[in-house]
């Protein structure tokens, strides 16, 4: 079993930074791909970013490529994602999650987090 927790969500006013953590309880070379997904009240959850632990590949979605920045650390077994510029629209509870091999799809991650909630005002 793979637990993840999330941390670092909060309040921040509009083009301020926040840095989301993720501990990771195990890794498994069965789920190398990382991801942050986001949702908002009334709106469906969305791909943010993604990252393998082995490797140098990114992921980003249209909406926060050249703000977000994912990383991760694999001796602390511990992923990221540095937030910058927020934006009001930002707003949500981050999620991180682990996948076998989908990167942008919801559906194909099997491990999630509890979710940290980042709330951007204008």
């Known amino acids: 079993q793979v637990q993840l927790v999330e941390s670092g969500g909060g309040l921040v006013q509009a083009g301020g930074s926040l840095t989301l953590s993720c501990a990771v309880s195990?890794?498994?070379?069965?789920?190398?791909?990382m991801g942050w997904f986001r949702q908002a009240p009334g709106k469906e959850r969305e791909f943010v970013a993604a990252i393998i632990w082995t490797g140098t590949n990114t992921y980003y979605a249209d909406s926060v490529k050249g703000r977000f920045t994912i990383s991760r650390d694999n001796v602390k077994n511990t992923m990221y994602l540095q937030m910058n510029s927020l934006r009001p629209e930002d707003s949500a509870v981050y999620y991180c999650?682990?996948?076998?091999?989908?990167?942008?799809?919801?559906?194909?991650?099997?491990?999630w987090g509890q979710g940290t909630q980042v709330t951007v005002s204008s």
């Open positions: 999650a682990a996948s076998r091999l989908s990167v942008r799809s919801v559906a194909n991650y099997e491990y």
């Open positions: 195990r890794r498994t070379f069965n789920h190398p791909v």
